[in-house]
């Protein structure tokens, strides 16, 4: 770690009885605990060279035991130990953040404008019940709620996998993640959603045999009677008089 809270009132307090080179060495003993988030080895010699105090081991070995307590092969302090911990929960939840931030970045330029919740309408807000606007925000607010019910965590991986499938169901990924707040769902398959039937290329599966109807136009074909020929005459001079 880079950081520690050097609590100067306390500090003051613990050491007023050591001599400005015992201060200097247990501050290089704090200083390497913190900058390893490990407690020190019980190894004097190694702990001597590292703080730059080879001739004075045993003013090392005055300080770890008066400020130190030793378990084990190592020397462990309890502030220390308490602001490693801080720090390292600090750095984790900084990084989460992070990874959360960047898959709704990622999502943003996958997505356009406002997600319709209602319906499908076409206007750029839908409005719930109590007229409030729903944004694909709510939605990935939701997603997460859910996700954290089931102890999950909002990854690029489960992203991916529930874009994947919103196209083979041909809808778009923040359909896809509605689904998945409206059932509890921490995962999306395409076969969850009933395939959009294409009325203009679905065609009708043939019977076997011949269409009856093609069958009664070519017998009435052949049944018909030739038009006589006066007809003929009469609608051929209808037709030139009009």
Known sequence: ??????HIGD?????????????????????????????????I??????????DNEDIVIGILNMFFKL??????????EIEISEYQSLINDKSKAGKA????????????????VLNRCTTDVQLT???????????Y???EKVLKAKNKTLTDTLIASIQIEAEKANITLDDAIKTCCARGWTTFKAEWIAPKVDIIHQTVPSKPGRDPTLVKLEN????????????KAKFKMIKNNG
């Open 1 to 6: 770690m880079h950081y520690y809270q050097h």
């Open 11 to 43: 500090f003051i307090k613990d050491t007023a009885f050591l001599t400005n080179e015992e201060v200097g060495i247990y501050l290089k003993l704090l200083w390497l605990y913190y900058d390893t988030e490990n407690p020190l080895p019980n190894d």
């Open 45 to 54: 010699y190694i702990l001597s060279m590292k703080i730059n105090a080879r």
């Open 71 to 80: 378990k084990g092969e190592y020397w462990y302090q309890r502030r220390c």
């Open 101 to 116: 931030s960047a898959v709704k970045r990622a999502l943003n330029k996958r997505s356009t404008g406002v997600e319709q």
């Open 129 to 139: 019940m109590n007229h409030e606007p729903i944004t694909k925000n709510h939605i």
């Open 141 to 143: 607010m939701d997603f």
């Open 220 to 231: 009435d074909a052949k049944n018909a009677v030739a038009m006589p020929d006066e007809v």
